[in-house]
């Protein structure tokens, strides 16, 4: 038994690459110190990072699992743990642990079908593990569609990456939004859930939806109005873990935890659940 | 079976310390509680002690890891040493039980190695009761108290104490107490079991039904009007997960020694509001909610989870130290009575 | 003068929902046997006659339960305070921590609550009923049969060295105002003072370490009332869930008890939900009684506005140095 | 703290801005020796120690904890250290009460021209903390491993 993985000792990563995204987002790429990346993982999975004496918290890693060399993490800074990351500089060592969580269903479900994403602000960040695992699959899936909003121009995440290599994709559609218009902006401008109904996606499609819970929200209510089943459209939680093995018992909501039983989730497994998110 | 005489239990308990701790429940000004044991220290008559036995598998704290940092990098220590043997002596059946509710969590994948090795290490003496007190209702849960169970299984009588092997650990161990007791019939303790079955029949919570309860119950119970009444007087304090022996939730926390990060883990309550706190919001806002959290944990969601099995074992623990006296089997009676139908 | 029982305040918990003097009452609610009460909030009359009591179990102390319960709407809440109960609801008015014209207060006179556990070590396990006729407690248990108890011997620690019967607040009284009363309530204080170093501190340590860190001490206080501890707040450097360490213990209790001083009415609410039973009431009597050696007699609760004496100071206080021999050889 | 063996005392002084801490300046300034395992640490103004501080310092290694400001009248805010006055006689008759060393803690009231009594009265709180010998009953045991 002494060979098991200790499901709550860290391992060592190291910064290599800090990317600043938006104002209050930035993109971190890990490795291991001996630079490799830290340990296989499928599209919508997270991990734990941790800063010795500051804190440890759940982020999903945002590079795709096609990524062998190592693994990237978009964090928007909001507590003190990802305050802490966002002063840290390329270099400093942090502790890793994962992979957690279910990833999405990639390779049964989603085969074959034709996918819409749907992100607002920092909600990409899980997608696009996903949207890249996808892309790099291409002949797996019929079309892509990815709807991506933020406030602002600004607080679009990977903006470089959707403009040099998604926009350019002539397999994928990519339609973004900004919530007010703004000088240098001619795309559309509105929120995300009146882009989706305005955009009138054909309802055979599997919908991956994730950002703030107010847009997830409107969003579901949207595509059921249009047509979509609940069974067609997942989305991906968050709520405050310690361990991540769904043993401390915080982020459970009913009987689900969702570090271990989520984060992703189909939207009519979500019904059956206890309205506590 | 086996056998000693209340008078040579001492000699028992030097036995079995000569190859591991021992710990057995002993009297203190305030009742039992499980004490190191030393020679001239007395075994209690207690019913049961204050604190349950999980605190031997699942400390109140420990350690999980430490880190050294120098600049930029870390250090990461797996502090742990070598655990010892040890024995619990006089476990009851409802703690007994609560290993098993405790197991499923820990010993599920991914797997605890801080309980597991702890799980290893130790062995379990129970003891039948046969003096229950008005708080147990352990027969809810189809725990039968003259049957406690675990490694070895233990019934004191007026003279003497027998023993009876469970499973490898225990029949090991009592291979090694041979020398200090006598062959006995298993029929010795009859009499006890019955007496006992006739006293549980007569206890006022017998009566006490988890049917209603259980798997799936969820959209039954969550949105019931009476989690406000039930947890209007609710202070929020932990007293109620921390002296339960099937409470397993934790926090895992950073202390700065000032030489290095300790990270360790400590019990936590899901009656606090800082429980599920993140940096934008709490999902549980409300003590009612929080309160909701506990027992539809205890009745509903472990039940869900585990093939229908409670995670109560109905000690009477919180009956007894609840600072406002509300308690689970309030929240059964209430939620369960007729008027919620 | 005749006891106040169960049937005279439910019969004025009805009448003051009937006749709309409040919208609302706390007070005690049966349990399962008959010693387990629970405060309560009763919103109709109907809920009143069936579940309604009082009687020598009803230890808790209500006042707090005001800082919630008159958030909530416009309505009026009345409650049940004994004369400990009424300290505590000064103190909380002082504080300005409720509204006071939100709230019907009803002083009962109190001769002493019993405690439970005091119970079940004379009578034993397995207590099937208790009652008491103000004198003597008869207990049935399943094993012995019915035993009859002095009321005397069972009642709290904190009843026996209650230090006033008199209700200091109120709108409406049911029984006599009561009087402050001669108490030995520091003589475990002055006992322990008496003590060598080593003694107290082993004394100390031997009580703090039983700690587990369930908080019922602070959350059942009526003078913390804070709406957000320190001890909660991560920010705090002083957020710390469980006694990982000896200095833990002693610090947690250290400073709580510091955080009431000069404001603890000396309920002995502490001591009675500890379910360690660690006699935390001695840390918060140590300050009563050092307050009242080094500035003058002051007992919190006792008025409403009153200066605490540690947002107070004379030109002429006592020097820390001085005030610790004070505090140790006042009673040598 | 053992230093090559020898035991000397980590003395944690809070010392005042406007009065104490002047005063440990005009120490320095006159070349007054006193302890270099006393350290220094600059508040406001006295009545800025919490409690906690004080507890803090000793489960991170001090022998002894000493707080200095301004003297009573002559507080650089009014009457911060009147308030000082009071709550460090009730806490440090509480920790008396439990048990631990009184000679352990202490206030004085050091002025911005007292550079002598700053020297003097950290040479003798010094030791008289040597003379008890490390602090063993308020200390974390995670912080000496």
Not at chain 1, 171 to 196: A, K, M
Not at chain 3, 280 to 302: M, V
Not at chain 4, 114 to 143: H, I, P, Q, S, Y
Request: glycine share 8%; proline share 4%.
């Amino acid at each position: 038994m002494n060979n098991r993985k200790e499901a709550l000792i860290p391992a060592v990563g190291v910064i290599t690459d800090i990317r600043i995204d938006t104002p209050d987002v930035k993109t971190f790429r890990v490795v291991t110190p001996d630079g490799k990346k830290a340990f296989e993982h499928k599209p919508g999975q997270c991990a734990m990072l941790s800063i010795p004496g500051v804190g440890e918290a759940m982020f999903s890693i945002t590079s795709s699992p096609t990524n062998t060399e190592f693994m990237e993490f978009s964090i928007k800074k909001c507590g003190c743990v990802t305050e802490w990351l966002h002063q840290a500089e390329v270099g400093q060592q942090i502790t890793i642990r994962g992979p957690y969580g279910n990833p999405f269903p990639v390779d049964d479900v989603f085969a074959g079908k034709d996918l819409l994403f749907i992100a607002g602000g920092i909600g990409l960040a899980p997608l696009r593990s996903v949207i890249n695992y996808c892309r790099h699959y291409k002949d797996r899936y019929g079309k892509i569609d990815i709807v991506y909003g933020s406030r602002s121009k600004e607080d679009l995440v990977d903006y470089k990456e959707i403009i040099d290599e998604w926009v350019v994709d002539p397999d994928i559609n990519v339609h973004l939004t900004i919530d007010r218009e703004q000088e240098g902006w001619d795309g559309h401008v509105g929120f995300v859930p009146n882009y989706v109904k305005e955009l009138g996606f054909d309802t055979g499609k599997t919908a991956i939806v994730c950002g703030p819970p107010i847009m997830i929200k409107f969003t579901l209510d949207g595509l059921c109005s249009v047509g979509f089943d609940k069974k067609q459209i997942y989305t991906t939680m968050e709520l405050r873990m310690k361990c991540g093995i769904g043993k401390c018992g915080r982020c459970n909501i009913g009987s689900k935890y969702v570090c271990k039983d989520g984060p992703v989730f189909r939207c009519d497994e979500l019904d059956e659940l206890p309205d506590e998110y | 079976m086996r056998k000693c005489s209340l008078q040579n239990l001492e000699t028992v308990f030097e036995k079995i310390s000569e190859s591991m701790t021992l710990y057995i429940p002993a009297d203190t000004k305030d009742g039992a509680d499980f004490t190191k044991w030393t020679k001239g220290v007395q075994m209690s008559q207690a019913l049961n002690t204050n604190r349950s036995a999980k605190d031997f598998f699942f400390p109140q704290t420990e350690d999980l890891v430490e880190f050294k940092t120098e600049g930029k990098n870390i250090e990461v220590i797996d502090t742990r040493k070598e655990s010892e043997d040890f024995a619990v002596f006089g476990v009851r059946a409802c703690d007994v039980k609560s290993f098993d509710i405790l197991d499923r969590v820990f010993l599920t994948e991914p797997y605890d190695s801080y309980y597991a090795t702890r799980r290893e290490h130790g062995v379990i003496f129970s003891l039948a009761c046969t003096r229950p007190a008005e708080t147990c209702f352990c027969g809810t849960f189809g725990i039968n108290p003259a049957e406690p169970g675990a490694d070895v299984s233990m019934w004191k009588t007026d003279s003497e104490m027998f023993f009876e092997a469970n499973t490898e650990k225990g029949k090991e161990i009592l291979k090694k107490l041979e020398s200090v007791t006598q062959s006995a019939d298993a029929s010795d303790v009859d009499g006890q079991k019955k007496k006992t079955g006739e006293i549980m029949k007569k206890l006022p919570l017998s009566d006490l039904s988890a049917e209603k309860f259980g798997k799936g119950m969820t959209s039954k119970y969550f949105d019931s009007p009476k989690w406000r009444e039930l947890s209007a007087t609710c202070i929020g304090c932990g007293t109620c997960t921390f002296v339960c022996p099937t409470c397993q939730c934790y926090d895992i926390k950073d202390f700065n020694s000032g030489k290095g990060v300790i990270r360790y883990r400590c019990w936590d309550s899901c009656m606090y509001s800082d429980f599920t706190k993140m940096a934008h919001g709490n999902s549980r806002n409300s003590q009612t909610e929080r309160f909701r959290q506990r027992f539809m944990h205890k009745l509903v969601y472990y039940p869900d989870n585990n093939d229908g099995m409670f995670s109560c074992v109905g000690c009477g623990r919180c009956l007894n130290k609840c600072p406002i006296s509300m308690n689970i089997v309030k929240v059964m009676k209430t939620l369960g009575g007729e008027d919620n139908e | 003068m005749q006891k106040i029982n169960s049937t005279m305040l439910i019969e004025k918990a009805a009448q003051l929902l009937e006749n709309g003097t409040a919208d609302r009452v706390l007070g005690w609610k049966k349990g399962e046997f008959d010693y387990d009460i629970t405060p309560a909030v009763f919103n109709s009359v109907d809920q009143i006659k069936k579940e309604f009591v009082f009687g020598d179990f009803c230890g808790a102390n209500l006042s707090k339960y005001l800082v919630k319960e008159t958030r909530k709407g416009d309505g009026k809440v009345a409650v049940f305070l004994k004369p400990c109960d009424t300290y505590s609801f000064n103190q909380l008015l002082t504080e300005k921590r409720f509204d006071r014209e939100k709230v019907y207060a009803v002083g009962i006179s109190c001769e002493g609550m019993a405690d439970i556990f005091k119970v079940k070590q004379i009578a034993g396990d397995g207590i099937v009923s208790v009652s008491s006729d103000g004198e003597n407690v008869k207990v049935e248990t399943l094993y012995d049969g019915e035993k009859t108890i002095k009321l005397s011997d069972v009642i709290a620690e904190r009843c026996i060295n209650c230090k006033s019967r008199k209700c200091v607040a109120y709108d409406e009284l049911m029984g006599e105002e009561g009087e402050i009363i001669d108490s030995d309530r520091f003589d475990m204080v002055s006992k322990i003072e008496s003590m060598s170093e080593d003694e107290r501190f082993g004394f100390w340590q031997n009580e703090l370490s039983k700690c587990i860190r369930c908080n019922a001490c602070r959350n059942v206080c009526p003078a913390c009332t804070c709406e957000k501890c320190v001890f909660d707040n991560p920010d705090s450097c002083a957020q710390n869930k469980a006694p990982a360490d000896s200095f833990e213990e002693k610090m947690f209790h250290i400073i709580r008890a510091f955080h009431v001083a000069g404001r603890c009415t000396d309920c002995g609410e502490c001591s009675r939900v500890c379910p360690q039973n660690i006699p935390l009431h001695l840390l918060n009597r140590k300050f009563i009684k050092d307050i009242d050696t080094f500035y003058g007699e002051y007992q919190a609760g006792a008025q409403v506005g009153s200066r605490a004496p540690l947002v107070d100071y004379t030109e002429g206080d006592i020097e820390p140095g001085e005030a610790v021999m004070k505090g140790e050889s006042e009673n040598a | 703290m053992q230093i090559n063996g020898e035991f000397k005392p980590l003395i944690v002084a809070f010392c005042c801005n406007w009065c104490s801490y002047a005063g440990a300046d005009l120490a320095g300034n006159n070349r007054l020796a006193y302890p270099e395992n006393v350290k220094i640490i600059k508040v406001p103004c006295s009545c800025r120690v919490n409690p906690m501080f004080i507890l803090r310092a000793f489960q991170r290694g001090a022998d002894g904890v000493i707080i200095c400001g301004c003297h009573p009248g002559d507080c650089h805010y009014t009457s911060g250290n009147y308030y000082t006055r009071r709550r460090m006689s009730l806490l440090f008759s509480m920790l008396n009460f439990l048990g631990i060393e009184k000679e352990r803690t202490r206030v004085e009231w050091v002025s911005a021209a007292e550079g002598a009594k700053f020297a003097a009265t950290m040479n003798e709180f010094t030791e008289a903390v040597a003379a008890l010998g490390e602090n063993k009953r308020l200390e974390d045991l995670r912080c000496k491993r």
